[in-house]
């Protein structure tokens, strides 16, 4: 959708260097890596439900971290929609709402990444890490809502690249490739009510309601106010604003200032501007 505001043609640039992305997503494997790794060893009590034969927080940890990952998925698509909208440009302003809108969307990346990756300590589905990062590679386990989840993934992560080289590939083409998002949103809610086991409880029915009513709300919203341009003050209109302007207020017991027309000073800064003649008078003969 190309807004109507001048503003959308310059598209700004990333607050976040590739250098500080990559250190977010090793942060991310770290992350995972002491969960799965190093966290039952430091907590005991936890070694019973990440151990064992029947091991039951992995698919705790990635039914809490996909319902994460929805949520800053959908937050980042209600700040990408209202991002030109008046009361963004006021507060907290364009700059600051496209910073949290691409930070709040490579959070949600991740949460999403550690979604996926904890379920390899899972001992019911059994996934090996080809099978992850496989589209469909599920055999076990709803293999297509689950590679409908993955292709979401793929889709999420080419987006979110996308801050990075996009003042290469041109306004247009940016924004060609983030309405992919609408796709990714759409099919993470797909892959949550098919492959998620929480799907069926009233609690998590209503936040599929919640995200989903809310975000076809803004986005209906936000077709509509791009059809309707925005008023803009014509010459003139700008001309009798500034000719209307207050005058200052003089002090107490001093006459008050004349007002002096823009005629007038146009007509003294240009008397000023000339160079000064000095005329001499012919000599009479004595």
């Known amino acids: 959708m190309a807004a109507n505001n001048p503003t959308d043609n310059a598209i700004p640039e990333s607050s976040l260097s590739l250098a500080s992305l990559i250190s977010f997503l090793l ?3 770290l992350g995972t890596f002491s969960a799965v790794v190093l966290l039952p060893s430091w907590v005991p009590s936890l070694l019973g ?3 064992g034969t029947d091991p039951k927080a992995y698919w705790y940890l990635a039914r809490g971290a996909g319902f994460v ?3 800053l998925l959908w937050m980042s698509m209600a700040i990408g929609l209202l991002i030109t909208n008046k009361i963004a440009r006021s507060w907290p302003g364009s700059p600051p709402a496209f910073a949290i809108h691409e930070y709040v969307s490579l959070l949600g990346m991740g949460f999403a990444a550690f979604h996926a990756l904890i379920l390899m300590g899972d001992h019911y589905i059994n996934y090996k890490l080809a ?5 469909f590679g599920s055999i076990n386990y709803h293999p297509v809502w689950v590679g409908l989840g993955q292709i979401g993934f793929y889709t999420w992560a080419v987006v979110a690249l996308t801050f990075y080289v996009r003042q290469k590939i041109g306004p247009k083409v940016w924004r060609a490739i983030h309405m992919a998002s609408f796709f990714t949103f759409i099919i993470a809610i797909i892959h949550g009510l098919g492959a998620g086991t929480d799907a069926s409880t009233p609690w998590a029915q209503n936040i599929y309601w919640a995200l989903g009513g809310s975000f076809m709300f803004f986005t209906v ?3 509509i106010a791009d059809m ?11 001309a009798a604003a500034a000719t209307q302007r207050p005058r200052p207020q003089q002090a107490p017991g001093k006459p008050p200032v004349p007002a ?9 800064l240009h008397s000023a501007a000339q160079p000064a003649t000095v005329s001499h008078s012919p000599e009479t003969p004595q």
Do not use: D, H, N
């Open 27 to 29: 942060a991310v494997a």
């Open 49 to 51: 439900s990440l151990g």
């Open 69 to 71: 990952a929805l949520g």
């Open 131 to 135: 099978q992850i990062l496989m589209p």
């Open 221 to 223: 919203y936000r077709i």
């Open 228 to 238: 309707i341009p925005e008023k803009r003050p014509t010459p003139q209109q700008r």
């Open 260 to 268: 002096v027309s823009q005629a007038t000073q146009k007509t003294e």
